[in-house]
């Protein structure tokens, strides 16, 4: 069945560092890609998606692209900051499941 | 934006006690809410959906009888674990959704963690 497999944390990373938080997906025909991000005591708020093969999803300086080729839609960003110390989700949507499928959440801690 | 809470945020119960989580949507009317579940280091499990006024759509391989869905109200989702166990030990995580929202516009609560001792 179709799932979502994240990179394990946490990701450490020292303040304007560059991140890449690494997502693979598998899938039957192309499902919506998704990034989330909890931090602490909230819930999780969406980060930026992309909907169909090439697009790029970018919001607060982070970016990702889905690549059909490689299944994969890995998280970047060029300089992290502190503020962006939380936990990432990736997931998927697809109209077959008719459900969010999640993957297991990559915690990044920045320090100063 | 739109909040989503949920009360309590941390709860320890003892073996064959029923436990009960609340789901709040608090400006905004959410005709579907969802409940999640997971495990450390696993993925975010999709539980059951609730439509207001309807009876829970439980996923394969979650027994309906244990976790006991209500959503009676347009703001108010509930979740009970019944006779709860070492092994329901997890985070349960809501979300909501507004009437005609597209499926990811999904607003999350902040979870709730359940030991079971």
């Known amino acids: 069945g179709n799932s979502v497999t994240q990179m394990e944390g946490p990701v450490t990373l020292s303040e304007e560092a560059f991140l890449t938080i690494n997502c693979t997906y598998t899938?039957?025909?192309?499902?919506?890609l998704f990034w989330y991000v909890q931090y602490p005591g909230e819930g999780l708020q969406l980060l930026l998606k992309?909907?169909?093969?090439?697009d790029k999803g970018s919001n607060k300086g982070f970016e990702a692209t889905y690549r059909k080729e490689t299944t994969s839609f890995h998280l970047e960003k060029g300089s992290v900051q502190v503020s962006d110390s939380a936990v990432y989700f990736c997931?998927?949507?697809?109209?077959?499941?008719?459900?969010?499928?999640f993957g297991a959440g990559t915690r990044l801690a920045v320090h100063p | 934006g739109a909040v989503v809470s949920q009360h309590p945020s941390r709860v320890i119960c003892k073996s064959g006690t029923s436990v009960k989580i609340e789901c709040r949507s608090l400006?905004?009317?959410?005709?579907?809410m969802f409940w999640y579940r997971q495990f450390p280091k696993q993925s975010l499990m999709l539980m059951a959906t609730?439509?207001?006024?309807?009876?829970?759509?439980?996923e394969q391989g979650v027994e309906k009888d244990k976790f006991l869905i209500n959503h009676a109200s347009l703001t108010l989702s509930t979740l009970t674990v019944t006779s709860a166990h070492p092994e329901d030990s997890s985070f349960y995580i809501c979300?909501?959704?507004?009437?005609?929202?597209?499926?990811?516009?999904?607003?999350f609560g902040p979870g709730t963690r359940l030991t079971v001792l």
């Open positions: 609730s439509n207001e006024g309807s009876k829970a759509t439980y």
């Open positions: 899938a039957t025909g192309y499902p919506s």
């Open positions: 997931a998927q949507f697809s109209g077959g499941y008719n459900k969010l499928i």
């Open positions: 992309a909907t169909k093969a090439d």
């Open positions: 979300s909501a959704r507004e009437k005609g929202a597209l499926y990811n516009e999904q607003f």
């Open positions: 400006d905004f009317q959410a005709t579907t």
